[in-house]
């Protein structure tokens, strides 16, 4: 499955994802050689912690890698005719303005304005056009969004 993703988001991923595999599995061996020389490994809680961090580590691993050869570049959407992924929109709904950039679900941040091209709202305003209504259905009903402009 595609991960759409920033240029900036992929550089971090691939970031941590190089610090898991250098100081994440190096340390977590460490903590196995002491635990080991504790003895009796059926009763020994920090080899026990270990074990589970280094699964925890590996999971991650696993996780970012799939996360990068399933990368989907955003680029800064120069079609400003209608919403895509990357596209910064200006929307109206009730009389005020609001400003929300559409992003892969990866790097969603509601609260910076960052929204899901999965989401509901960012789903709703893929391919629509400056002067468009975009009626979404709600908890509390249903809202009307009016597209301003699309940078």
């Known amino acids: 499955m595609k991960q759409y993703l920033t240029k900036e988001r992929l550089e971090e991923?691939?970031?941590e994802?190089?610090?898991l595999k250098k100081e994440g599995r190096?340390?977590?061996a460490e903590r196995l050689k002491k635990a080991?020389?504790?003895g009796d490994l059926s009763e020994n809680s920090?080899?026990?912690?270990?074990?589970d961090e280094q699964a925890r580590i590996e999971s991650n691993i696993f996780k970012l890698e799939n996360m990068i050869r399933n990368a989907a570049l955003i680029k800064k959407s120069s079609a400003k005719d209608s919403v895509d992924i990357g596209s910064t929109i200006e929307?109206?709904?009730k009389g005020k303005n609001f400003k929300y950039t559409i992003v892969g679900s990866n790097e969603a941040r509601p609260e910076a304005n960052l929204i899901s091209n999965e989401s509901p709202l960012g789903e709703a305003f893929l391919g629509k056009k400056t002067g468009d209504i975009v009626k979404i259905e709600t908890p509390s009903g249903k809202t009307e969004y009016k597209i301003v402009k699309i940078e």
């Open 46 to 51: 920090e080899y026990a912690d270990a074990k």
């Open 13 to 15: 991923l691939k970031s």
């Open 26 to 28: 190096v340390e977590v």
């Open 91 to 93: 929307i109206s709904k």
């Open 36 to 38: 080991k020389e504790y």
């Open 17 to 19: 994802l190089q610090k």
